[in-house]
């Protein structure tokens, strides 16, 4: 019984310290993955379901020098979608450019200005092809300008009891579409006015925010509207695929 009693006390001591080496010990973190890898192209895809929708769609975004003769120009968001697929998100032909990128997920928020004038939607399309897809697209996007084509526009999204209550095809005014070449991503907007007013002519951003510009949408800055709020969510999008792809450490935490 002695024997006995002193191999079930040995057993615990044995597990007790092997319980205690698992607790104390520190797993060795994975491996990291490469900037431009595959596993870097796919990993970034996750950015959609692990970034807060403010940090994507911040709830005002400021532009200095971002309207028409450098003036300061800001914006409110005052609606954001649930996270949809990409049917019927386009005109059509853009459908069928957008293809081979992909649609794992569709964001999109609208916004508007400070004095309520105009409205813009802001979409950003979380793509599920391949990189090398994703890099053909891009390329053929710049090499064919199809940025200025009338015919390749993404839609807006209406929020009832809004300024952009009335935002729909025909009120659109500019745009501006920005494909990324080495991630998943399209990030695009597209702008309007607040009253509703039909627009005929569409114009992209480029042309709407060119020095001595005449039509509606670039002396309304239509044009800077949708730059501004593209390059705001892009730039926001960058700072959330890093935080993804490299957190930060918090092994200092524990000394001391």
Known sequence: MLAAACLVVGLGLVG?????????????????VADGSPQAFAQARDVWRNTPVDKLFPPSVDGKNGGPGGADRSWTRIGVAAPARCTGAFDPLLQQVLAPAGCARLLRATYVDSTSTTVTTVGLLVGSGQAPAMN????????????????LLPKPVAF?????ARFGDRQRGSWDVQVSADLPFVVYAVSGFADGR???????????????????????????????????VDDHLQTAVAALRHPPTTGSEHHG
């Open 136 to 151: 053909a697209l891009a390329k053929r996007w710049t090499d064919q300008h199809l940025g200025e084509r009338i015919d």
């Open 160 to 164: 009832p009891g809004t300024p952009a």
């Open 16 to 32: 007790g310290a092997v319980a205690g080496a698992v607790i104390t010990h520190t797993p060795h973190p994975p491996a990291p």
């Open 198 to 232: 039909t627009v005929p002519q569409p114009q992209p951003a480029d042309k709407a925010d060119a020095q001595g510009a005449t039509t509606a949408p670039a002396q309304a800055g239509l044009g800077f509207d949708a730059t501004g709020l593209a390059s705001a």
